[in-house]
Nanobody
Framework: QVQLVESGGGLVQPGGSLRLSCAASGFPFSTAPMSWYRQAPGKERELVASISPTGGRTNYADSVKGRFTISRDNGKNTVYLQMNELKPEDTAVFYC?????????WGQGTQVTVSS
C-alpha cells in the first residue's frame, strides 16, 4: 500500500533553513507527480510545491517562491523540500502527498515552527 513518511521538521529561528524529506513506497514513485502541502492551526491545508515525475517541472505557491525548492531523487524514492529564509508565517504541519488510484494519500506530517 502507499506509504509516505515525512521527516526533517523542527524549531528554527526566522531567517533560518530546514530541509524536509518524504520517503515513499508502495507505488511506482518515478512515474508519480509529488507535492508538499502545509496546514497551519485554524487554516485549511494548502499546496506549497509540486514536482513532475522526472523533476523537470516544478510549481510553487506565491508565498514561498524564491525561498523554497522542491526536488526528488527517484533512485531513493524520496522527495525533498528545501526551505530557506523561513518566516513565522511558515509555521505549519507539512505533508507530502501523491494522487494514486482515484484518491490522495498523505503522510503523517512533520511540524515546522519558526519562532525566535
Amino acid at each position: 500500500q502507499v506509504q509516505l513518511v515525512e521527516s526533517g521538521g523542527g524549531l528554527v529561528q526566522p531567517g533560518g533553513s530546514l530541509r524536509l524529506s518524504c520517503a515513499a513506497s508502495g507505488f511506482p514513485f518515478s512515474t508519480a507527480p509529488m507535492s508538499w502541502y502545509r496546514q497551519a492551526p485554524g487554516k485549511e491545508r494548502e499546496l506549497v510545491a509540486s514536482i513532475s515525475p522526472t523533476g523537470g517541472r516544478t510549481n510553487y505557491a506565491d508565498s514561498v517562491k524564491g525561498r523554497f525548492t522542491i526536488s526528488r531523487d527517484n533512485g531513493k524514492n524520496t522527495v525533498y523540500l528545501q526551505m530557506n529564509e523561513l518566516k513565522p508565517e511558515d509555521t505549519a504541519v507539512f505533508y507530502c502527498g501523491v494522487f494514486r488510484t482515484s484518491r490522495y494519500y498523505w503522510g503523517q506530517g512533520t511540524q515546522v515552527t519558526v519562532s525566535s
